[in-house]
Each structure stands twice: as C-alpha cells, then as structure tokens.
C-alpha cells in the first residue's frame, strides 16, 4: 500500500539512531495513558500506542548496532540479542515479585525511567556515535 510504500522508503532515510529515539518517544507518549487511565479504553488506547513504539525497539537497535559497528556486526547484533532475550527473561520476574509488593500500579512506575533512560541513551548515542551519521540501509 501507499501508506507503507511511504513509511519504508521514510525509514531508510532517517538517521538509525533518530528512528529509535522516536520508537522510545512513542513509547512514552502512551505509556502514561496505560498506566495512569482508570478509563479501560483510554488504558487500551495507551496499551496499543506503548506497544507500538516497544514492538519496533529491538529491529531498529538491531539496525542501530549493526550501522554503528560495521566492522563486527555478527557481535553487535549477537550482544543485542543476549540483552533483550535476558530483559525478556528476566523483566515479568521482577515486576512480578514488584507487584507482589507494592500493588501492579506501583510496579509499573518502573517502566517509565526504563524507556525515558532509553530514549536518553538514544539520544546521546545520536549525537555522538557513528550511527548518527548515514542513514540505514
């Protein structure tokens, strides 16, 4: 379709590490409608905006890594994926157990400096890092 025609030639010209900072942003932007909305269809819509920008996290720092360290790929790309299997794997325990003891409402607060870091670290890393140079291809 036209509209995905449009997003897929936007996404090889932007910056890998300007995709991924705003992969974080919307993040942000719906995270706090999920966790502060008592109103379940404003949660939901906050749900979908959250996962949105969470669900194109890992490809585009897949892509980030790769672009920023071209000469090691296979490293970069491997390292990324011991780190988010290990978040995966490790994440539902903590939170979980956090839950336990403070309430789900409260647990979830320590999403919002997890992603807000993210975004920081994107942001540094644009700045600074090779992969803020060409766009990714």
């Known amino acids: ?5 449009y997003f897929f ?11 991924l900072l705003a992969t974080l942003l919307v993040s942000g932007l719906g995270f706090p ?7 379940v269809p404003v949660a939901f ?8 920008g969470l669900g194109a996290v890992y490809p585009v720092g897949i892509s980030v890594a790769i672009a920023t360290a071209p000469s090691a790929s296979d490293t970069a790309a491997a390292r990324l994926s011991i780190a988010a299997a290990g978040a995966i794997l ?4 903590v939170l979980g157990r956090l839950s336990d ?11 919002a400096p997890l992603i807000a870091g993210a975004a920081l670290v994107a942001a540094v890393a644009g700045r600074v ?9």
């Open 9 to 19: 030639t936007s996404s090889r010209r932007v910056h890998g590490s300007r995709l």
């Open 33 to 39: 409608f999920l966790w502060l909305s008592p109103n």
């Open 90 to 93: 490790i994440a539902p325990f």
């Open 101 to 111: 003891v403070v309430g789900i409402a409260h647990a979830f607060v320590l999403l």
């Open 45 to 52: 819509a906050g749900l979908v905006v959250t996962g949105l």
């Open 129 to 137: 890092g090779p992969a803020s140079g060409p766009a990714l291809r």
């Open 1 to 5: 379709s036209m509209k995905s025609e």
